[in-house]
Protein backbone atom coordinates (compact mmCIF):
# COMPACT_ATOMS: atom_id res chain seq x y z
CA UNK A 1 0.00 0.00 0.00
CA UNK A 2 1.20 3.75 0.05
CA UNK A 3 3.07 4.67 2.95
CA UNK A 4 3.69 8.24 3.71
CA UNK A 5 6.28 8.86 6.00
CA UNK A 6 6.26 12.63 8.20
CA UNK A 7 9.16 13.70 10.08
CA UNK A 8 9.69 14.80 12.83
CA UNK A 9 6.41 13.45 14.79
CA UNK A 10 6.99 15.40 17.62
CA UNK A 11 9.15 18.96 18.03
CA UNK A 12 9.36 21.34 21.30
CA UNK A 13 11.27 24.38 20.36
CA UNK A 14 12.22 28.41 21.69
CA UNK A 15 9.99 30.87 20.14
CA UNK A 16 11.69 32.77 17.17
CA UNK A 17 13.46 29.28 15.87
CA UNK A 18 12.80 28.11 12.52
CA UNK A 19 11.29 24.25 12.20
CA UNK A 20 11.16 22.64 8.85
CA UNK A 21 8.90 19.01 8.90
CA UNK A 22 9.93 16.64 6.03
CA UNK A 23 7.30 14.64 3.83
CA UNK A 24 7.53 12.05 2.34
CA UNK A 25 6.02 9.17 -0.21
CA UNK A 26 7.95 6.04 0.17
CA UNK A 27 6.86 3.75 -2.52
CA UNK A 28 4.93 5.81 -5.01
CA UNK A 29 5.56 9.70 -6.92
CA UNK A 30 3.44 12.48 -5.27
CA UNK A 31 3.51 15.56 -7.67
CA UNK A 32 0.85 17.27 -5.37
CA UNK A 33 1.03 17.13 -1.58
CA UNK A 34 -0.99 19.15 0.70
CA UNK A 35 0.01 20.41 3.87
CA UNK A 36 -3.34 20.86 6.67
CA UNK A 37 -2.96 22.17 10.33
CA UNK A 38 -5.48 20.81 12.67
CA UNK A 39 -6.06 22.34 16.12
CA UNK A 40 -7.18 20.36 19.29
CA UNK A 41 -10.50 18.21 18.90
CA UNK A 42 -10.69 20.54 15.63
CA UNK A 43 -10.86 19.52 11.73
CA UNK A 44 -8.22 19.40 9.40
CA UNK A 45 -7.96 22.82 7.78
CA UNK A 46 -5.81 22.88 4.19
CA UNK A 47 -2.51 25.38 4.24
CA UNK A 48 -1.22 24.71 0.84
CA UNK A 49 -1.11 22.76 -1.84
CA UNK A 50 2.11 21.79 -2.84
CA UNK A 51 3.25 21.02 -6.65
CA UNK A 52 6.63 19.35 -7.41
CA UNK A 53 8.89 21.60 -9.35
CA UNK A 54 6.52 24.95 -8.74
CA UNK A 55 5.20 27.21 -5.95
CA UNK A 56 2.99 26.28 -3.72
CA UNK A 57 -0.67 27.12 -4.04
CA UNK A 58 -1.48 29.04 0.00
CA UNK A 59 -5.27 29.18 1.19
CA UNK A 60 -6.62 32.51 1.87
CA UNK A 61 -5.23 33.16 5.13
CA UNK A 62 -2.21 31.39 5.53
CA UNK A 63 0.96 33.47 5.26
CA UNK A 64 3.43 32.37 2.62
CA UNK A 65 6.12 33.85 3.97
CA UNK A 66 5.64 32.25 7.20
CA UNK A 67 4.71 29.01 5.85
CA UNK A 68 7.41 27.86 3.75
CA UNK A 69 6.64 24.79 1.46
CA UNK A 70 9.05 23.15 -1.21
CA UNK A 71 8.30 20.30 -3.06
CA UNK A 72 11.77 19.86 -4.90
CA UNK A 73 11.22 16.19 -6.14
CA UNK A 74 8.34 13.49 -6.72
CA UNK A 75 8.66 11.96 -3.58
CA UNK A 76 9.56 15.02 -0.72
CA UNK A 77 7.81 17.91 0.14
CA UNK A 78 9.00 20.26 3.24
CA UNK A 79 7.29 22.81 5.35
CA UNK A 80 9.07 25.25 7.13
CA UNK A 81 7.76 27.07 9.97
CA UNK A 82 9.44 29.81 9.85
CA UNK A 83 10.49 32.39 13.52
CA UNK A 84 7.87 30.08 14.95
CA UNK A 85 5.99 31.93 18.21
CA UNK A 86 3.22 30.10 20.14
CA UNK A 87 0.42 30.44 18.38
CA UNK A 88 2.07 28.23 15.76
CA UNK A 89 1.93 25.23 18.24
CA UNK A 90 -0.39 23.26 16.48
CA UNK A 91 -0.47 19.72 14.64
CA UNK A 92 0.56 19.34 11.19
CA UNK A 93 -0.54 17.16 8.98
CA UNK A 94 0.78 16.12 4.99
CA UNK A 95 -0.75 13.74 2.73
CA UNK A 96 0.38 13.05 -0.77
CA UNK A 97 -1.64 11.91 -4.31
CA UNK A 98 0.07 9.17 -6.18
CA UNK A 99 1.11 10.90 -9.62
CA UNK A 100 -2.11 9.87 -12.10
CA UNK A 101 -5.17 12.19 -11.74
CA UNK A 102 -7.91 13.29 -9.88
CA UNK A 103 -8.82 9.49 -8.83
CA UNK A 104 -6.28 8.98 -6.98
CA UNK A 105 -6.86 8.72 -3.14
CA UNK A 106 -5.17 11.02 -0.62
CA UNK A 107 -2.76 8.71 1.61
CA UNK A 108 -1.92 10.61 4.76
CA UNK A 109 1.29 10.78 6.83
CA UNK A 110 1.24 10.53 10.56
CA UNK A 111 1.35 14.47 11.91
CA UNK A 112 3.98 16.27 13.51
CA UNK A 113 3.16 17.84 17.08
CA UNK A 114 4.52 21.18 17.46
CA UNK A 115 5.13 23.19 20.39
CA UNK A 116 6.93 26.50 20.82
CA UNK A 117 7.66 27.72 24.20
CA UNK B 1 -17.04 27.07 -2.21
CA UNK B 2 -17.88 23.45 -0.75
CA UNK B 3 -18.83 22.97 2.26
CA UNK B 4 -19.21 19.99 4.51
CA UNK B 5 -21.34 19.78 7.96
CA UNK B 6 -20.97 16.97 10.72
CA UNK B 7 -24.02 18.43 13.07
CA UNK B 8 -22.82 15.40 15.23
CA UNK B 9 -19.44 16.64 17.62
CA UNK B 10 -20.29 13.56 19.49
CA UNK B 11 -21.27 9.83 19.70
CA UNK B 12 -21.48 6.86 21.45
CA UNK B 13 -22.76 3.39 20.73
CA UNK B 14 -22.33 -0.01 23.01
CA UNK B 15 -20.11 -2.31 21.89
CA UNK B 16 -21.83 -4.49 18.74
CA UNK B 17 -24.80 -2.69 18.17
CA UNK B 18 -24.67 -0.22 15.12
CA UNK B 19 -24.49 3.46 15.23
CA UNK B 20 -25.16 6.20 12.15
CA UNK B 21 -22.93 8.81 11.74
CA UNK B 22 -24.32 12.16 10.37
CA UNK B 23 -23.09 14.33 6.89
CA UNK B 24 -24.29 17.23 4.82
CA UNK B 25 -22.15 18.99 2.37
CA UNK B 26 -23.42 21.43 0.03
CA UNK B 27 -22.12 22.15 -3.78
CA UNK B 28 -23.10 23.22 -6.75
CA UNK B 29 -20.96 20.29 -8.69
CA UNK B 30 -23.12 17.31 -10.17
CA UNK B 31 -19.49 15.38 -10.17
CA UNK B 32 -17.58 14.62 -7.21
CA UNK B 33 -16.30 12.47 -4.17
CA UNK B 34 -17.50 12.10 -0.46
CA UNK B 35 -15.29 10.40 1.81
CA UNK B 36 -15.33 8.95 5.66
CA UNK B 37 -11.65 9.19 7.17
CA UNK B 38 -10.82 7.71 10.80
CA UNK B 39 -8.48 8.93 13.05
CA UNK B 40 -7.66 7.34 16.36
CA UNK B 41 -5.51 8.74 19.18
CA UNK B 42 -2.48 8.21 17.22
CA UNK B 43 -4.02 10.63 15.12
CA UNK B 44 -3.18 9.45 11.67
CA UNK B 45 -6.25 9.82 9.03
CA UNK B 46 -6.89 6.32 8.17
CA UNK B 47 -9.73 6.15 4.44
CA UNK B 48 -12.73 4.44 5.87
CA UNK B 49 -14.77 4.69 2.73
CA UNK B 50 -15.16 6.49 -0.59
CA UNK B 51 -18.52 7.43 -2.97
CA UNK B 52 -18.27 8.61 -6.07
CA UNK B 53 -21.17 10.83 -6.74
CA UNK B 54 -21.58 9.56 -10.21
CA UNK B 55 -22.56 6.04 -8.75
CA UNK B 56 -26.13 5.42 -7.66
CA UNK B 57 -25.17 2.59 -5.48
CA UNK B 58 -24.04 2.89 -1.92
CA UNK B 59 -20.90 2.25 -0.69
CA UNK B 60 -20.28 -0.34 1.52
CA UNK B 61 -16.64 -1.42 3.05
CA UNK B 62 -17.19 -5.10 5.03
CA UNK B 63 -18.54 -3.76 8.59
CA UNK B 64 -18.97 0.10 7.05
CA UNK B 65 -21.65 1.62 4.63
CA UNK B 66 -22.90 4.75 3.45
CA UNK B 67 -26.01 5.84 2.81
CA UNK B 68 -25.65 9.01 -0.13
CA UNK B 69 -28.69 10.64 -0.81
CA UNK B 70 -27.63 13.20 -3.72
CA UNK B 71 -30.67 15.09 -4.19
CA UNK B 72 -30.76 15.90 -0.13
CA UNK B 73 -26.67 16.27 -0.23
CA UNK B 74 -26.55 13.66 2.76
CA UNK B 75 -23.81 11.39 2.70
CA UNK B 76 -24.50 9.27 6.20
CA UNK B 77 -21.61 6.32 7.93
CA UNK B 78 -23.22 3.31 9.09
CA UNK B 79 -21.09 1.23 11.35
CA UNK B 80 -22.51 -2.14 12.01
CA UNK B 81 -21.35 -4.50 14.71
CA UNK B 82 -19.61 -1.68 16.40
CA UNK B 83 -15.80 -2.67 17.81
CA UNK B 84 -13.66 -1.21 20.54
CA UNK B 85 -11.42 -0.34 17.94
CA UNK B 86 -14.10 1.94 15.90
CA UNK B 87 -13.90 4.59 18.87
CA UNK B 88 -12.14 7.65 16.83
CA UNK B 89 -12.98 10.80 15.58
CA UNK B 90 -14.63 10.76 11.99
CA UNK B 91 -14.16 13.16 9.42
CA UNK B 92 -16.55 13.49 6.35
CA UNK B 93 -14.67 15.11 4.05
CA UNK B 94 -15.95 16.51 0.22
CA UNK B 95 -13.16 16.30 -3.06
CA UNK B 96 -14.20 17.67 -6.27
CA UNK B 97 -14.00 15.51 -9.32
CA UNK B 98 -11.75 17.01 -12.01
CA UNK B 99 -8.12 16.08 -13.50
CA UNK B 100 -5.29 16.37 -11.47
CA UNK B 101 -5.49 16.22 -7.59
CA UNK B 102 -7.55 17.93 -5.37
CA UNK B 103 -7.85 18.99 -1.91
CA UNK B 104 -10.19 17.80 0.60
CA UNK B 105 -12.83 19.84 2.29
CA UNK B 106 -13.38 18.47 5.63
CA UNK B 107 -16.33 18.34 7.74
CA UNK B 108 -16.23 19.13 11.92
CA UNK B 109 -15.78 15.83 12.58
CA UNK B 110 -17.72 13.66 15.33
CA UNK B 111 -15.65 12.17 17.83
CA UNK B 112 -17.09 8.33 18.52
CA UNK B 113 -16.88 6.53 21.69
CA UNK B 114 -17.57 3.05 21.72
CA UNK B 115 -19.36 1.54 25.20
CA UNK B 116 -17.75 -2.06 26.42
Known amino acids: GAVVSQHPSRVICKSGTSVKIECRSL??????MFWYRQFPKKSLMLMATSNEGSKATYEQGVEKDKFLINHASLTLSTLTVTSAHPEDSSFYIC?????????????FGDGTRLSIL | AQTVTQSQPEMSVQEAETVTLSCTYD???????LFWYKQPPSRQMILVIRQEAYKQQNATENRFSVNFQKAAKSFSLKISDSQLGDAAMYFCAYRRFTQGAQKLVFGQGTRLTINP
Open chain 1, 27 to 32: DFQATT
Open chain 2, 27 to 33: TSESDYY
Open chain 1, 95 to 107: SATRTGGGNQPQH
